[in-house]
């Protein structure tokens, strides 16, 4: 089908759902005029051309966060007699009595680009969903870059015009439908250290996707869905100034708790796995009870201090002061008897809950509820099979009869890995989520995550040492061999500690020997070679409570920990003093057992620190391996954590718990959750797959694990073969020099596709920890070392060739070039950074001639090889053709004669863009000093800067584009890395 076909088939579907369809807006008067009488429609008023002009310009903004804002508010404008006029821009309380329109081949006409939008939805006059229509297969990720593109092009639409109002882009080629919300621009990422980006495909409650364009809009764009989805189910993060679309299993999570409250029918729990948004889920689930009169209160209930602060601060970032700090029972109490609206919705722990119902308690707070024992109260409790077996819940039970409870959990307990019995008779039972939550409300298990990359899979190796002693299931090794094995395996699995990793271990005292043993044989290591660079270890575990109520209340969870601290806690405290000691000498900090909670808040941010470059934080602030006994197995997330290693027994739900923490998704350097097992529990992992894998428990396995090692090395040498035939078809021999000459867009684009593939599969096997020599040896005659650099670096060539193509031709670029979605995150690497290649360079020189280690070559091939140095990489080689071996140049020289060397270059640069546009090469160095120094590219310095020439408008329009054409790459080579603001809409 043509696009026009395609287009032509939506507008039919969607007049069959009741939109009108306007065939006469074309342009944006038209737009105007519409909305104009909408507007006065539902506000019920007549306003003068004046008072229209003066509303459009208060109410367009550039600024998405705030248009969305606006959209959903109660608005205030003065008219012209000096009266206010309250107004809305749609009904939000009853979606059916707003006004749904479809325009199509809308023309948008600026003095600087002409576009063209495939079909836009209009709610009350504005446009709110815009649909982009495609003949060729998408991309996700390229069509979103594709309309991010669209909004950057100088002087478009979105800006200035109703579309500021848009809240949703929807990509679809018939078979194939995306969605994603709009944003401002610092929430799409598309460089080399992208991340995760939100796009969704829409599915049906039993997680069955929705994807071709007419069963889609049926579904998702029936009138009141999309209102729904809309002014329910789009969530506006304050604190970040952000748009959040809720996936489908949230949305129908939330539907099924609101409903079986309306109804007033029992309780009910939600399994969704660990990953998943849970958080974001009972997050609006809550704030949509408060608008409920029947419900006193709604309170949301963890079993942990850091769950409750961390909750806090997640439900503050959605919606900015909802919920207040409970600092003690006292104020979980008073605000149970607050009628303050801002009241309603409170997060507590189950231990302050549990105190506030004790009638033992000294402060008698139990009498002082009793006023609201036979009110409606909604209790969501967060992993609810940890706080939930145990006295709390009948306390909350007995205390409010009316009360209707929710639980959240990744990890159900069922009849097989239930531990807590209920009595009654002399009948003994083990108790599991049904038994309390009487009935499962929605599910989406690990298998759907999996499958809809929302999290990933799990590469696990079952070490198996040298020799034929191996241990049998649940036996342990030497401590010593396993700190051996992973100080041999950490550098793969993390990518070259790009990631880090958890090492669980069975018991406190393991914690304490594992800290020490990496302390002495580091040590030793280092001592026999010099170059040998140290692992950043650290060590949590709970101390003795002693009677301190916070340590008492993080114990609750953490079993093993509570249990061997009653065993000689004097020397576990003794052991945990002096691993603070060193964490304080290593780190420079400064905490004390006696505030252990600092510690561990400290020890799980410089976890999660992982995520910024070496040149942000240096290596040596970060931690590579924490050793844990219980904590941070749960509830830890951290999508910069990818290696378990496991010395501990684990089973179903603990073990699905802590392989968890490693399958956070990032980007295409994280292929999957590591996890390297030291006590062989094969039986273990399969049979938690096949309790918690749902309906697909025959298929689950596949979908869970990744494939071995030899089956994802043919694949790579069946996508080598590939671009060996495809290479030869274009009578080339397939070698790096002679990408170069492969001729038309047609042929390079093939190229890229055709070498990404082969680079994913060498990303994925470098991180295989159960990597044979024999393998290895495989890979290396498959694509040496050296060709894939080779490779690396011409891909990165072309590619940067390419994407310029793409972002001047736009939509004229060949449908090829217009669909190539570089992924250069795939071709940074982590261990070559700018310190190592100074370093590098500096070796270089001091080598004597005739006996080198690396030619000039080898260093030039290796920066063109990597994403990060893609605008530098012309001047690293130019300076190193300059540089001499043997003339022995320390790292400290290099780096200040190639800072020199850069701006010697810059201005010469600079000097010939000055020349070739006929501005004063001194005006144009203080306009490029004034953006560095701000990092914000002011459009008006610009215009003053070409004043002198005076041209008129038209002309000068024309110079200021070629003069940014040719300035642009100058800008990003001197940012190095970081974002320019206001840069991007010069960048088409």
Same mark, same amino acid.
């Given at each position: 089908m043509?696009?026009?076909?395609?287009?032509?088939?939506?507008?039919?579907?969607?007049?069959?759902?009741?939109?009108?369809?306007?065939?006469?807006?074309?342009?944006?008067?038209?737009?105007?005029?519409?909305? *104009?009488?909408?507007?006065?429609?539902?506000?019920?008023?007549?306003?003068?051309?004046?008072?229209?002009?003066?509303?459009?310009?208060?109410?367009?903004?550039?600024?998405v966060?705030?248009?969305?804002?606006? @959209?959903?508010?109660?608005?205030?404008?003065?008219?012209?007699?000096?009266?206010?006029?309250?107004?809305?821009?749609?009904? %939000?309380?009853?979606?059916?009595?707003n006004?749904?329109?479809?325009?199509?081949?809308?023309?948008?006409?600026?003095?600087?680009?002409?576009?063209?939008?495939?079909?836009?939805?209009?709610?009350n006059?504005?446009?709110?969903?815009?649909?982009?229509?495609?003949?060729?297969?998408i991309?996700?990720?390229?069509?979103?870059?594709?309309?991010?593109?669209?909004?950057?092009?100088?002087?478009?639409?979105?800006?200035? %015009?109703l579309?500021?109002?848009?809240? @949703?882009?929807?990509?679809?080629?018939?078979?194939d439908?995306?969605?994603?919300a709009?944003?401002?621009?610092?929430?799409?990422?598309?460089?080399?250290?992208?991340?995760?980006?939100? +796009?969704y495909?829409?599915?049906?409650?039993?997680?069955?996707?929705?994807?071709?364009l007419?069963?889609?809009?049926?579904?998702?764009?029936?009138?009141?869905?999309?209102?729904?989805m809309?002014?329910?189910? =789009?969530?506006?993060?304050?604190?970040?100034?952000?748009?959040?679309? =809720?996936?489908?299993?949230?949305?129908?999570?939330?539907?099924?708790?609101?409903?079986?409250?309306?109804?007033?029918?029992?309780?009910?729990?939600?399994?969704?796995?660990?990953?998943?948004?849970?958080t974001?889920?009972?997050?609006k689930?809550?704030?949509?009870?408060?608008?409920?009169?029947?419900?006193?209160?709604?309170?949301?209930?963890?079993?942990?201090?850091?769950?409750?602060?961390?909750?806090?601060?997640?439900?503050?970032?959605?919606?900015?002061?909802?919920?207040?700090?409970?600092?003690?029972?006292?104020?979980?109490?008073?605000?149970?008897?607050?009628?303050?609206?801002?009241?309603?919705?409170?997060?507590?722990?189950?231990?302050?809950?549990?105190?506030?119902?004790?009638?033992?308690?000294?402060?008698?707070?139990?009498?002082?509820?009793?006023?609201?024992?036979?009110?409606?109260?909604?209790?969501?409790?967060?992993?609810?099979?940890?706080?939930?077996?145990?006295?709390?819940?009948?306390?909350?039970?007995?205390?409010?009869?009316?009360?209707? +409870?929710?639980?959240?959990?990744?990890?159900?307990?069922?009849?097989?890995?239930?531990?807590?019995? !209920?009595?009654?008779?002399?009948?003994?039972?083990?108790?599991?989520?049904?038994?309390?939550?009487?009935?499962?409300?929605?599910?989406?298990?690990?298998?759907?995550?999996?499958?809809?990359?929302?999290?990933?899979?799990?590469?696990?190796?079952?070490?198996?040492?040298?020799?034929?002693?191996?241990p049998?299931?649940g036996?342990?090794?030497?401590?010593?061999?396993?700190?051996?094995?992973?100080l041999?395996?950490?550098?793969?699995?993390?990518? /070259?500690?790009?990631?880090?990793?958890?090492?669980?271990t069975?018991s406190?005292?393991d914690?304490?020997?594992?800290?020490d043993?990496?302390?002495?044989?580091?040590?030793?290591?280092?001592?026999?070679?010099?170059?040998?660079?140290?692992?950043?270890?650290?060590?949590?575990?709970?101390?003795?409570?002693? /009677?301190?109520?916070?340590?008492?209340?993080?114990?609750?969870?953490?079993?093993?920990?509570?249990?061997?601290n009653?065993?000689?806690?004097?020397?576990?405290?003794?052991?945990?003093?002096?691993?603070?000691?060193?964490?304080?000498?290593?780190?420079?900090?400064?905490?004390?057992?006696?505030?252990?909670?600092?510690y561990?808040?400290?020890? !799980?941010? *410089? $976890?999660?620190?992982?995520?910024?470059?070496? !040149?942000?934080?240096p290596?040596?602030?970060? $931690?590579?391996?924490?050793?844990?006994?219980?904590?941070?197995?749960?509830?830890?997330?951290?999508?910069?954590?990818?290696?378990?290693?496991?010395?501990?027994?684990?089973?179903?739900?603990?073990?699905?718990?802590?392989l968890?923490? %490693?399958?956070?998704?990032?980007?295409?350097?994280?292929?999957?959750?590591?996890? +390297?097992?030291?006590?062989?529990? !094969?039986?273990?992992?399969?049979?938690?797959?096949?309790?918690?894998?749902?309906?697909?428990?025959?298929?689950?396995?596949e979908?869970?694990l990744?494939?071995?090692?030899?089956?994802?090395?043919?694949?790579?040498?069946?996508?080598?073969?590939?671009?060996?035939?495809?290479?030869?078809?274009?009578? @080339?021999?397939c070698?790096?020099?002679?990408?170069?000459?492969?001729?038309?867009?047609?042929?390079?684009?093939?190229?890229?596709?055709?070498?990404?593939?082969?680079?994913?599969?060498?990303?994925?096997?470098?991180?295989?920890?159960?990597?044979?020599?024999?393998?290895?040896?495989?890979?290396?005659?498959?694509?040496?070392?050296?060709?894939?650099?080779?490779?690396?670096?011409?891909?990165?060539?072309?590619?940067?060739?390419?994407?310029?193509?793409?972002?001047?031709?736009?939509?004229?670029?060949?449908?090829?070039?217009?669909?190539?979605?570089?992924?250069?995150?795939l071709?940074?690497?982590?261990?070559?950074?700018?310190?190592?290649?100074?370093?590098?360079?500096?070796?270089?020189?001091?080598?004597?001639?005739?006996?080198?280690?690396?030619?000039?070559?080898?260093?030039?091939?290796? $920066?063109?090889?990597?994403?990060?140095?893609?605008?530098?990489?012309?001047?690293?080689?130019?300076?190193?053709?300059?540089?001499?071996?043997?003339?022995?140049?320390?790292?400290?020289?290099?780096?200040?004669?190639?800072?020199?060397?850069?701006?010697?270059?810059?201005?010469?640069?600079?000097?010939?863009?000055?020349?070739?546009?006929?501005?004063?090469?001194?005006?144009?160095?203080?306009?490029?000093?004034?953006?560095?120094?701000?990092?914000?590219?002011?459009?008006?310095?610009?215009?003053?800067?070409?004043?002198?020439?005076?041209?008129?408008?038209?002309?000068?329009?024309?110079?200021?584009?070629?003069? =940014?054409?040719?300035?642009?790459?100058?800008?990003?080579?001197?940012?190095?890395?970081?974002?320019?603001?206001?840069?991007?809409?010069?960048?088409?």
């Open positions: 043509t696009e026009q076909q395609i287009e032509q088939g939506l507008i039919s579907k969607l007049t069959d759902l009741k939109y009108k369809y306007r065939d006469d807006i074309r342009d944006i008067a038209a737009l105007e005029d519409n909305f *104009r009488q909408k507007f006065q429609e539902l506000n019920r008023v007549h306003l003068t051309d004046d008072e229209f002009k003066r509303l459009k310009e208060q109410i367009v903004t550039p600024d966060y705030a248009a969305a804002c606006m @959209l959903r508010e109660r608005n205030s404008f003065e008219r012209e007699d000096g009266t206010p006029l309250f107004y809305t821009m749609v009904n %939000t309380k009853d979606w059916c009595k006004s749904f329109e479809v325009v199509n081949q809308l023309r948008v006409n600026t003095e600087y680009s002409h576009h063209r939008y495939d079909v836009l939805l209009l709610i006059g504005v446009p709110v969903v815009q649909i982009e229509l495609k003949t060729l297969t991309s996700p990720r390229r069509a979103m870059q594709q309309i991010v593109d669209y909004k950057n092009d100088p002087g478009n639409g979105y800006r200035k %015009t579309l500021c109002f848009l809240q @949703l882009f929807i990509v679809s080629n018939r078979s439908t995306w969605y994603f709009n944003n401002n621009n610092r929430h799409f990422s598309f460089d080399a250290d992208e991340r995760f980006l939100p +796009l495909q829409f599915a049906s409650d039993d997680n069955k996707k929705i994807t071709h007419e069963t889609f809009a049926e579904t998702f764009l029936a009138k009141y869905t999309l209102g729904e809309i002014s329910r189910y =789009m969530v506006l993060v304050a604190s970040e100034q952000k748009l959040m679309m =809720m996936r489908p299993y949230q949305i129908y999570a939330v539907k099924a708790i609101v409903d079986c409250i309306y109804q007033n029918c029992g309780n009910g729990y939600i399994w969704h796995t660990t990953g998943s948004g849970k974001l889920t009972s997050f689930a809550s704030t949509l009870l408060k608008d409920n009169p029947d419900i006193e209160k709604c309170l949301f209930v963890v079993d942990r201090k850091d769950l409750d602060r961390q909750t806090r601060e997640e439900f503050n970032r959605f919606q900015e002061g909802c919920v207040e700090e409970n600092t003690n029972t006292a104020a979980l109490v008073h605000r149970f008897l607050s009628d303050d609206y801002a009241d309603k919705v409170i997060v507590t722990t189950i231990q302050k809950l549990g105190l506030a119902l004790d009638g033992n308690n000294k402060k008698n707070f139990k009498k002082r509820l009793e006023s609201l024992r036979d009110k409606r109260m909604v209790f969501i409790f967060d992993e609810c099979h940890r706080s939930q077996f145990g006295e709390n819940h009948r306390a909350i039970k007995e205390f409010f009869p009316n009360a209707q +409870l929710f639980g959240f959990t990744g990890t159900p307990i069922f009849e097989q890995n239930a531990t807590y019995q !209920q009595i009654e008779g002399q009948q003994a039972s083990y108790k599991t989520t049904e038994d309390i939550f009487q009935r499962e409300l929605h599910s989406y298990t690990i298998t759907h995550a999996i499958e809809d990359r929302n999290v990933l899979r799990f590469h696990v190796d079952y070490y198996k040492p040298e020799g034929n002693n191996s049998k299931p036996e342990t090794l030497a401590k010593r061999a396993i700190v051996e094995a992973i041999e395996k950490h550098d793969s699995a993390t990518a /070259g500690r790009k990631f880090n990793a958890i090492l669980a069975g406190i005292n914690a304490i020997e594992y800290h043993l990496f302390m002495t044989v580091q040590k030793e290591k280092l001592a026999e070679d010099d170059g040998f660079k140290p692992l950043n270890i650290a060590c949590v575990f709970s101390p003795p409570a002693e /009677g301190n109520k916070d340590v008492q209340q993080i114990q609750e969870d953490l079993p093993q920990e509570k249990a061997d009653a065993v000689a806690p004097e020397q576990k405290k003794e052991a945990l003093k002096a691993i603070i000691a060193d964490y304080n000498g290593r780190y420079a900090t400064n905490h004390s057992i006696n505030e252990f909670d600092l561990y808040q400290d020890v !799980q941010k *410089r $976890i999660k620190d992982q995520q910024f470059p070496n !040149q942000d934080l290596h040596n602030k970060k $931690i590579d391996v924490i050793i844990v006994v219980d904590m941070l197995l749960t509830g830890f997330d951290s999508k910069y954590l990818n290696t378990l290693y496991v010395d501990k027994n684990l089973k179903y739900h603990g073990l699905i718990q802590a968890s923490r %490693t399958n956070r998704v990032l980007n295409d350097t994280k292929p999957y959750g590591n996890v +390297l097992d030291f006590r062989q529990q !094969q039986k273990a992992v399969n049979d938690a797959i096949a309790l918690f894998s749902g309906e697909r428990g025959e298929q689950a396995k979908i869970w990744v494939d071995p090692a030899p089956k994802v090395i043919d694949s790579l040498q069946a996508a080598v073969k590939k671009l060996d035939q495809f290479m030869e078809s274009q009578g @080339l021999s070698t790096p020099e002679e990408v170069p000459n492969l001729h038309g867009d047609a042929a390079r684009s093939q190229f890229i596709n055709l070498f990404k593939d082969v680079q994913r599969l060498k990303t994925k096997l470098d991180q295989y920890t159960d990597l044979t020599s024999e393998s290895a040896e495989t890979i290396e005659e498959i694509l040496p070392k050296e060709q894939l650099q080779g490779f690396r670096g011409v891909y990165l060539e072309t590619a940067q060739r390419l994407k310029v193509q793409q972002h001047k031709e736009g939509d004229k670029a060949p449908p090829e070039v217009q669909q190539l979605d570089f992924e250069f995150v071709f940074a690497s982590t261990v070559i950074d700018y310190d190592y290649i100074m370093s590098l360079i500096a070796r270089y020189t001091q080598q004597t001639p005739g006996k080198q280690n690396m030619t000039r070559e080898q260093l030039i091939g290796l $920066i063109q090889a990597d994403a990060k140095f893609m605008d530098d990489r012309k001047d690293i080689a130019a300076y190193i053709d300059t540089l001499s071996a043997g003339e022995a140049m320390n790292e400290k020289d290099i780096r200040k004669g190639y800072e020199r060397f850069k701006s010697e270059s810059s201005a010469r640069e600079l000097a010939s863009i000055a020349n070739e546009y006929g501005v004063e090469p001194a005006s144009l160095k203080e306009f490029v000093d004034g953006i560095m120094q701000r990092m914000i590219f002011d459009g008006e310095q610009l215009s003053e800067l070409l004043a002198p020439l005076e041209l008129g408008w038209k002309a000068r329009t024309q110079k200021e584009l070629a003069l =940014m054409d040719d300035l642009i790459p100058l800008l990003h080579k001197l940012a190095q890395g970081r974002e320019i603001s206001g840069l991007g809409v010069y960048e088409q």
